[in-house]
């Protein structure tokens, strides 16, 4: 059962600019079975909730109870379910637990303004559990908060704090078993049989970073969820260069990619402590996915967008990055990708080693001598790493977006093209119904016809830049233990055939 736990309606609350009518009608649209007014320090007599029922157009089993939010002076704010009567600014917990024993006592917006609350603090013995997630968190906060409830297995809530419509909903809590009365919903709470309403779901990260996307919401009835993705990096010099990483993010949003059709997830905070990034996540499907589901027409759009994108970014010519960190970096991924080559003792080691070598070697000739060919690209740059959305129904809302700047350098533009070229081909190698309806020389077409600046070369530069991702390919199959495939063979072969166009 999915209810409502912490909002406040104009009625009775001076902060709140919404009616409990409308409060109460939208959190049903929204897909929830119920709603607890909590206003300050005022419970809802019977009769005003059953005036407020008659004003709805909502089901016998949609429930409306009244709780109340009350100041203390032992944590602040705490949300009380089941007293009988409204309670008094600054009542103490130890005054309220002995008048209410049966009520539930929630602490409210515990980690907002940077709070770091103790651990004697979350297991007060006068309350009954915490608020993690609440539209008075910032995303960083209620992160800290769902660390907290892993980590030490309190009872907890989400409580949106609703004090306007257009956010009404967005906090749900699921109780385990229907509630009926606000009795039974104070004794499901001291039970610890509820939880916020929200989904944690692995995605792939490395070895340094591990990568959660959390979701938060129904999305029934329009599409309210909140959606962020949670990094936590193994050390300290991983967490480093991700919050730079998130820097660059945020330049790139202020030149024209924070909304509309070509955008970058926001970055929405990095907490030194936990090691941990925090960003926006993208409503949609991987470019991947909607190659897989399309028909020609539509995925020949989805490849144009996404070369179009790409375009747009090495269009601002931006350095945000210094440009000796590519060729550091880049040294030290190519001597990553070969130690799997070493420590297997593979049989291609050898050509392995010579497609790094003339990959270096055209690297430092081409671009060491001239670092104004640099701009800030995105390093990592293939179908699932690209996201397909759309803000509404209406086919001009979708756009194009793309996640994962950890390999982001100010480097050549070539680079990008060629990773994606190279990972378009492998990724869809097995799937020749993908490749039967659209070529990536789509792709390659319409970023010429959008880039701006282009080097006379740009083509054998890209060549490289496949060799270059060949390698990276192979390192990824040695390590899933496919080293001895075809497939590691079929992408040195290409490596080997890209390499040999440059003295066409």
Known sequence: MLLEMHCHTAEHSGCSHVSALEVAQRNFDRGLQGIVLTDHHYLWPPEEIEELRRGLKVPDYYVIFSGQEVTTPELGDVLVYG??????????????RRQFPDAAI????PYRNENIPLRYELFHPLIDGIEIFSSNHTVTESNRGLRDWHDLKFTAIAGTDTHALSYAGLYPTIFDHPVMTVTELAGEIRAGRCRPFFKEIPRAGSSSTQVTEITVGTGSRGDLRERYVIKKHKDLASWHSAALRSQVMDEIRRHGFGEGRFRVPKPLGNDRDSLTTVEEGIRGKTLFDKLVEAGPREARAHLEMTAE?????????????????FFSDERRRLDLYMSAFYRTGHRHTRKAQEIMDRVLEFETSLYGKHPEKLIQGHGDFHPKNIFIGQDSDDPSSRFVAAIDFGSSHTMPPAFDVGTFLAQ????????QDVLAK?????????????????????L??????????????????IKL????SENLWRVLVEAEHHLARLLM
């Open 309 to 325: 994108w790409l375009a747009r970014l090495h269009n601002c010519r931006l350095q945000i990055a210094p440009p000796d960190e």
């Open 83 to 96: 007293a009988d009567v409204s309670i008094q600014k600054g009542t103490s917990l130890e005054t309220m």
């Open 106 to 109: 929630i602490w409210a917006h």
């Open 481 to 484: 233990k496919l080293g001895e």
């Open 438 to 458: 659209v070529s990536e020389s789509v792709f390659l077409q319409k970023y010429l016809s959008e880039a701006k600046q282009v080097d006379d070369d740009f």
């Open 460 to 477: 054998r530069q890209v060549e490289v830049f496949m060799a270059r991702t060949s390698l990276s390919i192979g390192y990824y199959l």
């Open 424 to 431: 378009f081909g492998n990724q869809f190698y097995e799937r």
